[in-house]
């Protein structure tokens, strides 16, 4: 056993049906695309696999241990990512769907909204505690109590559910996409999708404010 990792295809099983069931993930990987076009559905993919690697390194160093055993921490960082959440969702409310005038201020605006779309994805889920706690229940069952290096078996391990994840999303993304160009959505569908979108988000951020420690 490497590193003392067992049952690796159980976990690359579990991981892929996990990565499957959908979620706000998914949500937001499908508006943007729908709204903006593979690009930003990409973008929004590599920032959401980018804010798992946060807890992936987390939990690999103990860090994740503190939320699961202090209420304040937990409570902290809980607040913190249901007020981007209601954020991230009202924005979303107010974003209309349009093309820029000219070329080059398109290419500029472009460019700036998959930077921006990155960083929503990546603070979504670097910004959630549930997260953390995932990690530290879900993969410490495949990694033996007297494994030699239990840090980078965690970060192994994380680092294939994370490629896992990164795939499934991009063929979200890419898949939208093609289903949203061959249906020829209309910027009046695009807009009240990403009013759906947002109100969805606003609702995630109060429901996470509200969650318990589990």
Same mark, same amino acid.
């Given at each position: 056993?490497?590193?003392?990792?067992?049952?690796?295809?159980?976990? !690359? #099983?579990?991981?892929?049906?996990?990565?499957?069931?959908?979620?706000?993930?998914? &949500?937001?990987?499908?508006? =943007?695309?729908?709204?903006?076009?593979? =690009?930003?559905?990409? +973008?929004? *993919?590599?920032?959401?696999?980018?804010?798992?690697?946060?807890?992936?390194?987390? +939990?690999?160093?103990?860090?994740?241990? /503190?939320? %699961?055993? *202090?209420? $304040?921490?937990?409570?902290? &960082?809980?607040?913190?990512?249901?007020?981007?959440?209601?954020? #991230?969702?009202?924005?979303?409310?107010?974003?209309?769907?349009?093309?820029?005038?000219?070329?080059?201020?398109?290419?500029?605006? $472009?460019?700036?909204?998959?930077?921006?779309?990155?960083?929503?994805?990546?603070? $979504?889920?670097?910004?959630?505690?549930?997260?953390?706690?995932?990690? &530290?229940?879900?993969?410490?069952?495949? !990694?033996?109590?007297?494994? *030699?290096?239990?840090?980078?078996?965690?970060?192994?391990?994380?680092?294939?559910?994370?490629?896992?994840?990164? /795939?499934?999303?991009?063929?979200?993304?890419?898949?939208? %996409?093609?289903?949203?160009?061959?249906?020829?959505?209309?910027?009046?569908? =695009? $807009?009240?999708?990403?009013?759906?979108?947002?109100?969805?988000?606003?609702?995630?951020?109060?429901?996470?404010?509200?969650?318990?420690?589990?």
């Amino acid at each position: 056993m490497m590193l003392g990792i067992h049952d690796w295809w159980l976990f !690359i #099983l579990s991981g892929f049906l996990l990565n499957l069931m959908p979620g706000p993930d998914t &949500l937001f990987i499908m508006s =943007k695309t729908a709204s903006q076009g593979w =690009k930003a559905g990409v +973008a929004a *993919s590599l920032g959401i696999c980018s804010g798992v690697y946060v807890h992936v390194f987390a +939990a690999a160093f103990g860090l994740s241990a /503190l939320l %699961a055993t *202090s209420a $304040t921490a937990f409570v902290v &960082l809980k607040l913190v990512g249901a007020a981007y959440l209601i954020y #991230l969702g009202w924005m979303t409310l107010r974003q209309k769907s349009g093309l820029a005038s000219a070329a080059p201020v398109q290419a500029i605006q $472009t460019k700036q909204a998959l930077l921006t779309i990155y960083r929503q994805g990546f603070l $979504t889920n670097a910004l959630n505690p549930k997260v953390a706690l995932f990690f &530290l229940a879900f993969v410490p069952q495949f !990694i033996s109590a007297d494994s *030699s290096n239990t840090v980078l078996a965690f970060i192994l391990l994380g680092t294939v559910f994370d490629i896992s994840s990164l /795939l499934w999303c991009t063929t979200v993304a890419l898949c939208t %996409a093609f289903a949203s160009a061959r249906l020829q959505v209309s910027t009046t569908v =695009k $807009t009240w999708l990403n009013k759906l979108v947002g109100a969805v988000f606003i609702g995630l951020g109060l429901r996470l404010a509200v969650s318990a420690q589990h």
